[in-house]
């Protein structure tokens, strides 16, 4: 049937209206709800409230279900046939085929505990494989957790070589080519530590007159390798000499750089920087002494016309040596022998670059103030050298006062004495800083310490070992938080080996970790270390508030009088 028909419709007096008419057909099969069906065409007559659709309940916006429907109802009814009811049978008369009849034998009759029983079996072979692909799934977990352990763990040791590898081959290269004071600072120790070695050797193993031409000769051969460090250490410094020059003379010429609203970096040249990077290059030039005579003869003619700007003694100076070579370079001198006299026209130049009222941008790099009055309140005399210095060439720890010698007097007393070496604390100290600065932005304590500082906690308190397997290494210690939650000071940490950090650094509480006397030596070991550091203004105001009775128990409160030399003595004892 087409979805629009055409009706005509009579509306009276033999007039016909045709009317267009849309069907509208149901989404699914209308079941036949009664009316008239005929029988030769099969035509289908539907009442009229089967036309129409029905009538929808309002919505109470919440689900709504039965009482019938959410209960059990178990109930025992016996039926029995109506006595009116018959059954055809085969008789006199009266046939009754037996061809599609089904032969029925009785079952096993199933109880009510036996089907219950047959659910129960049923249910727990479900949860056993249920428990069994469960239990696959967490083995799985387990042992993808397990690999990623084992693989963690050997990227750590992986780490841990590395870095113990290139803390071994940064030494081996700063004993075969030492560039710095720390560098030849190893070098010493290393000599003291083989000195003491063959005099324990020599001491052991002979005796009267072998014993003291041995000792001469191990004399004799530690002042030939003293000799040899010596040489070496004045080579370096004249080749960092030049590149510390060159330095100098790249920050005065360097431009004013900023960084704009926008993120950009922002350069400016003043007539300043450009007066300094002009001296600069000529500097390099007037330095260079394998150039042609042509070429020589023309940067020294400019240099006489760039310091004769300002009239005073050095530039006269100037003028007079580079009067002299230009004399002698026209003579036919070979420039071997002028080597000397280029050197002191390179020095007094370096002079003139060096005055900020020939080069002002120069001024801002000049350690000494060009105010006479903070040059004043700022020196002091050193009683070894007996020089008058800035306190920046004293010792700098917070835990000294005002040294007497300055930095230059105590490293000439390492060398020739005690022969340490500093380098294994700053290492220490450089790791502290930056754990730290990664755990708190705010931390402050680590950067109040200095490396005498440091050494004073390391060999003093902790006795130079870790506290749990006591290893000595110095290049494999470092220092963490005793209590996690607390912001790391002397009083709150430990000194532990590279591989013991990660899992101390896991614990919550320390008390429930480790044991009553280890906890207690950590304790008292902080004490010391409070004792020490609260005579330090600086250090006093950051120290927490703890009750003395709390810390009475662990300390004899006896009177103890010794000398200065006997307290530095015992207190390594005390530590350990």
């Known amino acids: ?65 039965s009482r019938d429907t959410q209960t059990v109802e178990l109930k025992s009814q016996a039926q029995q046939c109506p006595v009116n009811v018959s059954t055809q049978m085969t008789g006199i008369g009266c046939y009754v085929s037996c061809i599609n009849d089904k032969l029925v034998a009785p079952g096993n009759y199933i109880s009510a505990d036996e089907c219950h029983d047959r659910r129960l079996r049923a249910v727990i072979c ?34 841990r070589r590395e870095e113990r590898e290139e803390q071994l081959r940064d030494r081996r290269q700063r004993w075969m080519n030492p560039q710095r004071r720390e560098d030849f600072n190893l070098l010493y120790r290393a000599l003291e530590k083989w000195r003491c070695e063959e005099e324990q050797t020599i001491n052991s193993s002979l005796c009267g007159s072998e014993r003291k031409a041995a000792l001469c000769l191990l004399l004799e051969q530690e002042a030939q390798l003293i000799a040899t460090i010596g040489r070496h250490r004045i080579a370096v410094h004249n080749n960092n000499y030049d590149k510390t020059i060159r330095k100098f003379l790249d920050k005065c010429g360097a431009p004013h750089q900023w960084r704009a609203a926008d993120g950009r970096l922002i350069e400016m040249d003043t007539q300043h920087t450009i007066r300094a990077r002009e001296l600069r290059d000529l500097y390099a030039s007037v330095n260079e002494f394998t150039a042609a005579e042509e070429q020589r003869l023309h ?74 009055s903070k040059l004043r309140s700022d020196m002091f ?28 007097c105590a490293g000439l007393d390492n060398i020739a004495r005690s022969r340490d070496e500093f380098s294994c604390y700053k290492n220490i100290l450089k790791r502290l800083r930056a754990d730290e600065q990664q755990l708190n932005e ?14 004073y ?20 210690l470092v220092f963490v938080r005793w209590e996690r939650k607390r912001d790391w000071s002397p009083w709150n940490c430990i000194l532990l080996s590279k591989e013991e950090t990660s899992a101390h650094m896991e614990v919550q509480d320390v008390h429930k970790a480790y044991e009553a006397t280890f906890v207690r030596r950590i304790e008292h070991k902080h ?24 810390l009475g128990n662990q300390l004899v409160s006896k009177p103890v009088t010794m000398t200065a030399k006997h307290a530095a003595d015992t207190t390594p004892a005390l530590a350990r």
């Open 457 to 476: 906690l390391v060999r003093v308190v902790w006795a130079s070992c870790s506290a749990l397997n006591a290893s000595t290494d110095l290049y494999n």
């Open 299 to 372: 940067v020294l003619m400019t240099l006489k016309h760039t310091v004769k700007e300002h009239e005073c003694q050095l530039t006269r100076d100037i003028v007079d040596l580079i009067d002299r070579e230009v004399d002698l370079m026209t003579r036919g001198v070979k420039a071997a022998r002028l080597e000397g006299l280029r050197r002191r026209i390179c020095t007094l130049f370096l002079q003139y670059i060096k005055t900020p009222a020939f080069n002002p941008e120069v001024a801002k790099l000049l350690k000494v103030p060009q105010n006479p």
């Open 381 to 408: 005399l050193c009683r070894s050298c007996h020089r008058y210095l800035r306190s920046s060439d004293f010792s700098s720890a917070a835990s000294a006062r005002l040294s007497a010698r300055c930095l230059d």
């Open 442 to 455: 705010d931390a402050k304590i680590p950067f109040l310490l200095q490396v005498e500082d440091l050494r």
């Open 1 to 65: 049937m087409p979805d629009v028909i055409t009706v005509r419709v009579p509306t009276g007096d033999g007039e016909f209206q045709e009317v267009v008419v849309e069907i509208e057909r149901p989404p699914h099969q209308k079941a036949f709800m009664g009316g008239y069906r005929h029988r030769l065409t099969g035509a289908e007559y539907h009442h009229a409230a089967v036309q129409t659709l029905p009538k929808r309940r309002p919505d109470r916006g919440v689900v709504v279900f």
């Open 126 to 159: 479900l949860q056993s494989y249920a428990r069994r692909w469960l239990a696959r799934q967490e083995v799985e977990r387990l042992r993808r957790e397990r690999e990623r352990r084992l693989a963690w763990m050997e990227l750590q040791d992986r780490r």
């Open 527 to 550: 004490m010391l270390a409070r004792r020490h550091f609260s005579q330090i203004p600086v250090m006093a105001e950051y120290l927490d508030s703890q009750p003395s009775a709390a």
